[in-house]
C-alpha cells in the first residue's frame, strides 16, 4: 500500500548517510558521481511533490490527511536542519561538496514551502520553523524593530515601553539558535510588529495605561520585564502620594482602569507564562491588601507598633556605607532585578526596599527614586567600574 512506502528514503539517506561527516568521505565522490547526484535532486523533489499530492487526493478523512502532510513537513524540517549542520564540518568544505550541500538545500526549502503554500490548513503553528526560514524572518522582523526604535513618542512611559519592548523582542527573535521558535511565534512576532509599526504616537489617555500598553496587554505581551515596567510605573505614582488614604484610592483608580482593558488570551508572548491580565491583577489584589492592612495598623494609634514595621525607621537606624557611588548601586540593583536575581513586584520595590538601608562615604540619606532613574542612563566610567568591582568580587570568591 501507498502508505507503507517512504517516499523521502532517497534524500534521508543521501543527507544522514552520504552527508555523514563521521561515516563517510564524502570526498572521494568523482565529478560524475557529483552531476548524477544533482540530476536525482531534482527529479526526487518532484517526485515528493506528486507522491504528496496523490496521497493527499486519495484519503478520506481530514484526520488522516493532517497526519500524513504534518510527517512529511516535520522530516523535511529534520533532513533540512541535518543537512544544514552537516554542511558546517570541515571535511564537507570543499567547493564542489558546498555547491550540492546548496543544492540539496534549496531544493529540501522548496519542497516546504511547497506544503505550507499547498496544505495550510493541515499543519500545525507549534512546529518549530525551518533554519532557512528563520533566517528570512529574524532579517525580516529585526528591520521592523530597528524601524519602531526610531519612532517617536512624546510620552515618557512610553519612550521607556518601547525601548524595554523592543530589546524584550529582539532577544526573543534571537533566543536558542530558533529552536523555541514555532509558526505560531513568528505570527505572534509579525502581527504585534505591525501593529506597534501602525500604532498612532500622537494618542492620549488620562489612564496610568497608555494606548501603547493597550496595544501590548491586548496582545497579551506577558513578558516578565513588561509587567515590571507597568508595576514600577504604578509604584512610582502611588509612592510619590503623601497621604496613606489617597495612595490606596489612586491604586484603586488604577485597578478600575485595568479591568476595563481586553486582552486576547487566545494569543501570548510567552506560553509558559501566566496571562498578563492575570498576573496583573495578582499583583493589584496583593497590593490592595497590603495597604488596607497597612491603613489599619496605622488607625490602631500605636505608635510602638508603627516605628517597628516603619521602613524609613529602620533604614536609619542601620546604614550600610557602600565605597560605589549611588549611580554605580543604580546599575548593580537594576541588573538584579533584569535578570531575576531579585525578584519583586517591580524594579521600584526593589530600590525602595533596598536604597533607605545604604550610604556612601558623600551622602548619608539617599532617595531611591533618583538612584534608579540614573540607573537608565549609566556614564561609561560607572559601568566600567562596576565591571571591575564584580571581577573583583568573582576573583574573591574563587579563593574561597
Not at 33 to 53: F, G, T, Y
Request: proline share 2%; net charge positive.
Amino acid at each position: 500500500m501507498m502508505n507503507n512506502i517512504y517516499p523521502l528514503e532517497w534524500f534521508d539517506s543521501l543527507i544522514l548517510q552520504t552527508f555523514d561527516p563521521l561515516s563517510t568521505n564524502i570526498d572521494s565522490l568523482t565529478d560524475s558521481d557529483i552531476a548524477v547526484i544533482s540530476e536525482s535532486i531534482s527529479k526526487e523533489s518532484i517526485k515528493i511533490q506528486l507522491h504528496l499530492k496523490n496521497e493527499v487526493f486519495s484519503l478520506k478523512k481530514k484526520r488522516h490527511i493532517r497526519v500524513t502532510v504534518r510527517q512529511y513537513h516535520s522530516t523535511l524540517i529534520f533532513l533540512l536542519d541535518s543537512i544544514i549542520e552537516n554542511r558546517t564540518e570541515k571535511v564537507l568544505q570543499s567547493e564542489k561538496v558546498r555547491r550540492l550541500a546548496d543544492l540539496l538545500i534549496s531544493n529540501l526549502d522548496y519542497l516546504i514551502s511547497f506544503i505550507e503554500d499547498r496544505f495550510s490548513y493541515y499543519l500545525s503553528l507549534d512546529e518549530r520553523v525551518p533554519i532557512t526560514y528563520l533566517m528570512v524572518c529574524r532579517k525580516e522582523l529585526s528591520l521592523k524593530l530597528q524601524r519602531i526604535n526610531k519612532r517617536i513618542f512624546s510620552s515618557e512611559s512610553d519612550k521607556l515601553t518601547i525601548k524595554r519592548t523592543v530589546k524584550i523582542l529582539q532577544n526573543a527573535i534571537k533566543e536558542d539558535n530558533g529552536k523555541k521558535l514555532t509558526y505560531r511565534r513568528i505570527l505572534y512576532f509579525r502581527e504585534l510588529l505591525k501593529l506597534l509599526e501602525e500604532h498612532n504616537t500622537d494618542l492620549e489617555n488620562p489612564s496610568i495605561f497608555t494606548p501603547l500598553d493597550e496595544l501590548l496587554i491586548d496582545h497579551n505581551f506577558n513578558s516578565l520585564q513588561y509587567i515590571s515596567v507597568l508595576t514600577e510605573r504604578m509604584t512610582e505614582q502611588i509612592y510619590i502620594t503623601e497621604k496613606h488614604p489617597a495612595k490606596l484610592n489612586l491604586l484603586l483608580r488604577f485597578f478600575k482602569d485595568f479591568k476595563q482593558l481586553h486582552s486576547n488570551v487566545k494569543i501570548t508572548f510567552d506560553a509558559s507564562h501566566q496571562n498578563i491580565k492575570d498576573v496583573l491583577e495578582n499583583w493589584f489584589t496583593s497590593e490592595i491588601s497590603f495597604l488596607q492592612n497597612r491603613d489599619e495598623i496605622e488607625k490602631s494609634g500605636n505608635e510602638n507598633s508603627k516605628r517597628t514595621i516603619n521602613p524609613s525607621y529602620l533604614a536609619d537606624e542601620n546604614k550600610i556605607q557602600c565605597t560605589l557611588s549611588s549611580d554605580q548601586m543604580g546599575l548593580i540593583l537594576r541588573a538584579t532585578d533584569e535578570t531575576r536575581i531579585l525578584k519583586a513586584k517591580s524594579m521600584s520595590l526593589i530600590f525602595k526596599t533596598i536604597v533607605p538601608y545604604l550610604s556612601t562615604p558623600f551622602k548619608r540619606n539617599l532617595s531611591y527614586h533618583s538612584v534608579r532613574s540614573k540607573s537608565y542612563n549609566p556614564e561609561e566610567k560607572d559601568k566600567e567600574f562596576v565591571i571591575k568591582t564584580l571581577e573583583r568580587m568573582i576573583k574573591h570568591i574563587k579563593e574561597y
